[in-house]
């Protein structure tokens, strides 16, 4: 393994799992926990630049100090490549030495026989960041019963979030798991029992001692869950039609605000308590699947197929913000892919049309939309570090953009494994995590 990781040293302590693991003053509702094994566990301390949850620590898509290469090729910058036990749409996420990553096997597995829900599993993967080794597999069994048929993506869409304590998972219908480091189960909550064809898809964001789920397609409901016990703390309704990953920003004013999409709708809650803070229209007619990037007075949202794509809301409004702080709406957008913000500029690829975009944050003006060379179909978010945005599509290559606002292409790389690529790249260091439906790629010496 030629990893510039190998060798970091990780003091772990064996601490008591703490005693709030049998709290039973949180409010009753949707959510239910179970708990697990109550004894010591791993701790894993945070390494500055840690990928942590989907698109990074800040849910932003973009590395602070990584500068992954530019370019690779199935021979070249691939500092370790690992098969996995089944295929998947979740993104890897990072935490200290390991690389945790969830797929799924038994049921409706690309190139396989469909085989019988009954066997259906999803896995958590912990995988040594330096030199691709699996150190753990928990494989979880479904909660039946679930969709007969998923499209595109599969049952292992949502991605992990990591702290110090372990790793968080949600599969849907079959709940949400905490793990600690070594693979030990600390607590189980179910949040809702419906299914979709089109699967589920948000991730868990942590938040000071909260899980943020967004279990629009089990519920319709937003929940916050007790980090240590998996108990409700509170929950929201009405979040329909939303497949996004929740964010947490800070306004200027530094009030917190927790932001999803709903069908039509941006709504925005106090992280502590539940409390509706504000709501604005967005003018899209359709589901909302990518998740939103900000600065300190705004955020930014795109969705939709047609029609409005695209908007702009100024945070730390208070009801409906629709007429004060809606500040644009725009035509181009995407339906699945996640954008970045950049020096005052938003960097997006549609889903379908191979077109990558630039645009004016504040205004939305739109500064080049550019056809990539024989592009397919992307629904990776957007990633950007050391100035340049990644795009990957879902055949396995990677056009890598400069981030200006002048198009400039750096260079396409080319991954094809006869499998398909749906989840968003990490970073660690200045190496780039990539998976497939067959493997997990480390690139970078």
């Not at 699996?134 to 949502?158: C, F, K, T, V």
């Amino acid at each position: 393994m030629q990893s510039r990781f190998e060798g970091t040293a990780f003091a772990c302590t064996a601490l008591l799992w703490l005693s709030a693991c049998n709290n039973s003053d949180s409010p009753s509702g949707v959510a239910n926990a179970q708990g697990g094994n109550a004894g010591t566990f791993t701790s894993i301390p945070a390494t500055p630049g840690d990928w942590s949850r989907f698109r990074g620590p800040d849910g932003s898509g973009a590395s602070a100090a990584g500068d992954p290469p530019i370019t690779w090729s199935e021979t070249d910058n691939i500092a370790w490549k690992t098969p996995l036990p089944g295929p998947g749409a979740s993104s890897p996420i990072v935490w200290g030495d390991r690389v945790y990553l969830t797929c799924y096997t038994g049921y409706y597995v690309p190139g396989e026989e469909r085989g019988s829900l009954d066997e259906l599993e999803r896995h958590l993967l912990a995988i040594s960041l330096s030199n691709g080794d699996i150190l753990w597999d928990q494989s979880i069994a479904a909660r039946l019963p679930e969709e007969p048929q998923i499209r595109d993506h599969g049952y292992a869409a949502n991605s992990a979030v990591a702290d110090e304590a372990g790793v968080i998972v949600y599969f849907g219908k079959s709940g949400v798991y905490a793990f600690d480091h070594d693979g030990n189960e600390q607590w189980h909550a179910e949040v809702g029992d419906a299914v979709n064809g089109w699967g589920t898809a948000a991730s868990p964001v942590l938040w000071e001692n909260l899980v943020f789920i967004n279990a629009s397609v089990e519920s319709e409901t937003l929940f916050a869950l007790n980090r240590e016990t998996g108990d409700e703390v509170w929950q929201a309704g009405g979040i329909n039609e939303a497949w996004n990953t929740p964010l947490v920003l800070t306004t200027s004013s530094g009030r917190e605000e927790l932001v999803v999409a709903t069908h039509g709708t941006i709504r925005a809650f106090a992280p502590d308590s539940g409390d509706e803070l504000w709501t604005c229209a967005t003018d899209i007619t359709w589901y909302m699947v990518p998740s939103p990037v900000v600065d300190a007075d705004h955020v930014y949202y795109l969705g939709g197929r047609s029609g409005v794509m695209a908007l702009g809301i100024r945070t730390g409004g208070s009801s409906d913000v629709t007429e004060t702080h809606r500040i644009w709406t725009s035509n181009e957008g995407s339906n699945v892919s996640s954008p970045v913000l950049h020096e005052g500029h938003l960097y997006w690829m549609n889903d379908s049309q191979g077109l990558a975009y630039c645009a004016v944050a504040e205004t939305g003006e739109v500064l080049y939309e550019e056809r990539l060379e024989r592009a397919d179909q992307v629904y990776a978010s957007a990633l950007l570090a050391n100035g340049r945005v990644y795009y990957l599509a879902r055949d396995g290559r990677t056009f890598v953009i400069a981030a200006n606002p002048e198009f400039e292409q750096l260079a396409i790389n080319d991954l094809r494994d006869a499998s398909i690529f749906n989840g968003s790249p990490a970073v660690a260091g200045d190496q780039l995590l990539i998976r497939s439906d067959k493997f997990l790629y480390c690139i970078g010496e």
